[in-house]
């Protein structure tokens, strides 16, 4: 084994020339770690970039419901508002506010003592009439016979038939004015003139009413059917007309049956009936009302809900249908999308729409079967942009592999830059050697 003297040992010791050429030489070491650490990033960032994942749908031609959706508000079939035909004071309500009545069905019950003493009077006015009635015919048949004996004037005779026609007019008009009286008593019990559903009432008892007042004492209204009024403009109208008459349906006829929306997004069980007929255009406002009639028969629709009318009126054969999602609006308000193309370039299409079906567009022109349309990552490219096509709805595990890409990149970095450390390191010892060297020379 060797020994080392303390000769040697103070020798190896760096001089004090080479530590003063120390501070000399940092710089250059360091600019040439600083340059190996940014030709190595360079080298790594020449990588070819990856194109962008976007998902695609493929157009498909299918069979399109002909269906619309037509905003409407409720009514009821029928409606009566009950108004005393009488006056007098209410002795009694005869109903159960909010319940079901039938036609002719007692409301209210009014004080009838005035009536029936008119009743009483105008009876026994008939009887007073029918008594001379009686006796006028009785004359008038004795003075006849007497005409013909020659016992009595014709001018007599005459005047005995005239009053006793007479006497009949007058019974007439008191069995007339009877009935009258009847009536008018009749009325004091007023009645519901149809079926329905009652309201409540706005008068108790002991009210004074008068007769055909302005205030109803109450309403009924007929549930079942209910009636479903639709106001459109005149240019709807005659699309919907168009369409109703069989256009672009196929073998198919027109359907006039609705289907009712809810106000929750219910849809009504039973289905109604859509009546076009018999229009008028409002000439202020240039709509059109359609009425359709629906069943009712539980009574969960109630006057004045607003609903939306749903009418397949066809089918429209090998349609274009495609998502919503997939069609932007230009600033120009012009429908486009974007298409992959050849070496899968995207190309933007101008798309004319038709109508919407749910979720869905139904397009005219701009789109054919088999195009693959981007519904998925269009905030990240742009047209003429070559870009990766994937089916929809796979896009996001490409997302999730890019991220650990991207995170594996950075993670080289530091090893680069230790790298470049480490070499600056080792300039900096072999400098000091070779100083050192010269010091001892």
């Known amino acids: ?6 000769e040697r040992a103070l020798d190896a010791r760096p001089s004090r020339r080479a530590i003063a050429a120390l501070p000399a030489l940092l710089p250059v070491v360091l600019a040439l770690g600083l340059s190996a650490c940014k030709s190595d990033s360079d080298a790594a960032g020449k990588g070819a970039p990856t194109p962008p994942e976007v998902g695609v749908v493929i157009v498909a031609q299918q069979d399109a419901p002909l269906a619309l959706e037509l905003p409407g508000r409720l009514s009821a079939s029928q409606v009566a508002e009950i108004r005393p035909q009488v006056s007098g004071i209410v002795r009694q ?14 409301l209210y019950q009014l004080d ?43 001018q007599a005779a005459d005047d005995s038939a005239s009053t006793a026609r007479q006497m009949q007019a007058e019974v007439a008009v008191a069995r007339a004015a009877l009935d009258a009286a009847r009536v008018q008593l009749e009325r004091t019990r007023i009645a519901a003139p149809i079926a329905g559903r009652i309201e409540v009432s706005t008068v108790t008892a002991g009210a004074l009413v008068t007769a ?10 007929q549930l079942d059917p209910m009636h479903v009024d639709i106001v459109q403009s005149s240019a709807e109208i005659l699309q919907l007309r168009r369409q109703l008459g069989g256009e672009g349906q196929g073998d198919q006829g027109p359907s006039r049956q609705i289907r009712l929306l809810l106000e929750d997004g ?11 007929s018999g229009v008028t255009v409002d000439r202020g406002t240039g709509a059109v009302t359609l009425r359709a009639t629906v069943p009712n028969p539980k009574g969960t629709l109630l006057p004045g809900m607003v609903v939306r009318a749903r009418l397949v009126a066809g089918v429209d054969n090998d349609a274009i249908v495609v998502p919503q999602q997939g069609v932007s609006r230009s600033p120009t308000g012009e429908a486009t999308a974007l298409v992959v193309g050849e070496g899968n370039k995207l190309e933007l299409r101008r798309l004319k729409l038709k109508r919407a079906v749910g979720n869905q ?8 079967a088999g195009d693959k349309l981007v519904v998925e990552g269009l905030q990240r490219v742009r047209a003429n942009q070559v870009v990766t096509p994937v089916p929809a709805g796979s896009t996001r595990n490409g997302k999730k592999k ?4 991207s995170a594996a990149k950075p993670a080289s970095a530091p090893a680069s830059a ?8 080792a300039a900096i010892t072999t400098a000091a050697a070779a100083t050192t060297a010269r010091g001892n020379v």
């Open 361 to 368: 567009w139904v397009v005219g022109s701009g789109l054919n």
């Open 93 to 106: 309500r005869l109903f159960v506010e909010g319940s079901t009545v039938r036609a002719g069905q007692p």
């Open 112 to 154: 009838a003592a005035t009536y029936e003493a008119e009743r009483a009077r105008t009876a026994a006015a008939l009887q007073k009439a029918e008594a001379q009635a009686g006796v006028a015919r009785t004359r008038a048949e004795r003075d006849a016979e007497l005409l013909k004996a020659d016992a009595l004037s014709r």
């Open 212 to 221: 055909n007042q302005t205030q109803a004492l109450t309403t009924v209204q």
């Open 266 to 276: 219910s849809e009504h069980p039973q289905a109604g009936t859509l009546q076009v």
């Open 1 to 6: 084994m060797t020994s080392v003297t303390p």
């Open 402 to 405: 890019g991220g650990a890409e």
């Open 418 to 425: 230790g790298s470049g450390v480490a070499s600056a390191t």
